[in-house]
T-cell receptor
Framework: GENVEQHPSTLSVQEGDSAVIKCTYS??????FPWYKQELGKRPQLIID?????GEKKDQRIAVTLNKTAKHFSLHITETQPEDSAVYFC????????????FGGGTRLMVKP | DTAVSQTPKYLVTQMGNDKSIKCEQN?????MYWYKQDSKKFLKIMFS???????INETVPNRFSPKSPDKAHLNLHINSLELGDSAVYFC?????????????FGPGTRLTVL
């Protein structure tokens, strides 16, 4: 089955700096890669996603890149703000029935003011 | 308006008991899921239902039995609770069961087994 590894497990940055979180996946058939943000005690919420036919996608301060050959994808957050502090999860899915998401282990991002 | 809701929010119970968690979505989605998030925050899918039909069962013990009375509801019943069942359980839903469908999560139910 699919295996998704995520690094780092914790990341501390100064407000205004950039943050990068990296994930690798094992199943070359995976073709959908969402990123979820989970604030303390809250539900995971989708912040951005990318499909396998796209190399990069951007939404304001957030961008995701995908390297299908190397089977890795990354989340980039620029100009970080304290409200970006949360746990971020990457996930991978392929076109099989059920839309099964395999999640990475999560990255706890702390943005220091 | 709450899109995906779960009850109860907290559940504290003794080993060996049977308990249920309820989930409802008002998004008109066809597909619903149960995820388990352990103490290390690792999120793992347990079940997926599409139009009340089970389509994923990820090696979950038989003590866990999901039930979908209609498309808007997916309940999780757990028999003979064990200490290792302590976790946060999230329900989620998506418009369809195909890839690219965003999954919307409920607020979670924190289950503590003593």
């Amino acid at each position: 089955g699919e295996n998704v590894e995520q690094h780092p497990s914790t990341l501390s940055v100064q407000e205004g700096d950039s943050a990068v979180i990296k994930c690798t996946y094992s199943d070359s058939a995976s073709n959908y890669f969402p990123w979820y943000k989970q604030e303390l005690g809250k539900r995971p919420q989708l912040i951005i996603d990318i499909r396998s036919n796209v190399g990069e996608k951007k939404d304001q301060r957030i961008a995701v890149t995908l390297n299908k050959t190397a089977k890795h994808f990354s989340l980039h957050i620029t100009e970080t703000q304290p409200e970006d502090s949360a746990v971020y999860f990457c996930a991978a899915s392929k076109g099989n029935a059920g839309n099964m998401l395999t999640f990475g282990g999560g990255t706890r991002l702390m943005v220091k003011p | 308006d709450t899109a995906v809701s779960q009850t109860p929010k907290y559940l504290v119970t003794q080993m060996g008991n049977d308990k249920s968690i309820k989930c409802e979505q008002n998004l008109g989605h066809d597909t619903m899921y149960w995820y388990k998030q352990d103490s290390k925050k690792f999120l793992k899918i347990m079940f997926s239902y599409n139009n009340k039909e089970l389509i994923i069962n990820e090696t979950v013990p038989n003590r866990f039995s999901p039930k979908s009375p209609d498309k808007a509801h997916l309940n999780l019943h757990i028999n003979s609770l064990e200490l290792g069942d302590s976790a946060v359980y999230f329900c989620a839903s998506s418009r369809g069961s195909g890839v690219y469908n965003e999954q919307f999560f409920g607020p979670g139910t924190r289950l503590t087994v003593l």
